[in-house]
C-alpha cells in the first residue's frame, strides 16, 4: 500500500511565491489533516477535512488554503510565501468512522524553505 | 484549548536499559485518546501506542508501556529494554476533535 503520499519531498521559494503541496491517500479515510513542524517542535494543526467538500482550520490556519474535492485528495496552497513558513509540512489521514481514537498516517513529508 | 506539554526536552538510557518519558495535558473533556508517536531521522511519524481516556487499564505494546494518570493528567511512557533502534523523538498526543501535540522528547540510547 502506498498510504500517504506527499509531494515534493523538497522545495525551495522566493519570499511572495506561491505554491501547492500535494497529498493523496489510497486507504479510503474520510479524515485528511496538514501540519506543520517548525525546528525542534512538535507538530501544529493548519487544516482539517473530515470527508470531500468539508475543511476546517487548525490551529495556524493563516497564510494557507486546502480543498478537498475528492477522498482521496488534500492540497495545502501558500498563497504569498513567507520566511516564517519555512518548515517541514506533514500530511495525515486517519479512519473514517471518528478522528478522536484512530492513529493517524502519516506522509515522509515536505521540507519547505522560503528565502 | 486543550495543550500537551513534555517537560523532557531531551532523555538518554543505557542499552537494555529501562526509560520513562513524561508527558502532561490539560483538558476539560471526560472522553479522550492519548497516543506517542516516534519520529526517527528519516521524519516518518509512527504510532507507538495509544490509551483511550475511558479505559483505567494502561495500554502495553510489547516493550512499550503507559503510566496513564487521569486524574494528574499524565501520560508518561516507559520504554524497557531499550534498543539502539529506539533512538528518535517522541511525541505525546491528544486526541478529541483533532490531534494536538507535545513539542517532543530526544531519546538517546548509548551502547
Known amino acids: 500500500n502506498a498510504g500517504v503520499t506527499q509531494t515534493p519531498k523538497f522545495r525551495i521559494l522566493k519570499i511572495g511565491q506561491s505554491m501547492t503541496l500535494q497529498c493523496t491517500q489510497d486507504m479510503n479515510h474520510n479524515y485528511m489533516y496538514w501540519y506543520r513542524q517548525d525546528p525542534g517542535m512538535g507538530l501544529k494543526l493548519i487544516y482539517y477535512s473530515v470527508g470531500a467538500g468539508i475543511t476546517d482550520k487548525g490551529e495556524v490556519p493563516n497564510g494557507y488554503n486546502v480543498s478537498r474535492s475528492t477522498t482521496e485528495d488534500f492540497p495545502l496552497r501558500l498563497e504569498l510565501a513567507a520566511p516564517s513558513q519555512t518548515s517541514v509540512y506533514f500530511c495525515a489521514s486517519s479512519y473514517p468512522r471518528t478522528a478522536s481514537n484512530q492513529p493517524q498516517h502519516f506522509g515522509d513529508g515536505t521540507r519547505l524553505s522560503i528565502l | ?111
Open chain 2, 1 to 111: 484549548a486543550q495543550t500537551v506539554t513534555q517537560s523532557q526536552p531531551e532523555m538518554s538510557v543505557q542499552e537494555a536499559e529501562t526509560v520513562t518519558l513524561s508527558c502532561t495535558y490539560d483538558t476539560s473533556e471526560s472522553d479522550y485518546y492519548l497516543f506517542w508517536y516516534k519520529q526517527p531521522p528519516s521524519r516518518q511519524m509512527i504510532l507507538v501506542i495509544r490509551q483511550e481516556a475511558y479505559k483505567q487499564q494502561n495500554a502495553t505494546e510489547n516493550r512499550f508501556s503507559v503510566n496513564f494518570q487521569k486524574a494528574a493528567k499524565s501520560f508518561s511512557l516507559k520504554i524497557s529494554d531499550s534498543q539502539l533502534g529506539d533512538a528518535a523523538m517522541y511525541f505525546c498526543a491528544y486526541s478529541k476533535n483533532d490531534m494536538r501535540f507535545g513539542a517532543g522528547t530526544r531519546l538517546t540510547v548509548k551502547p
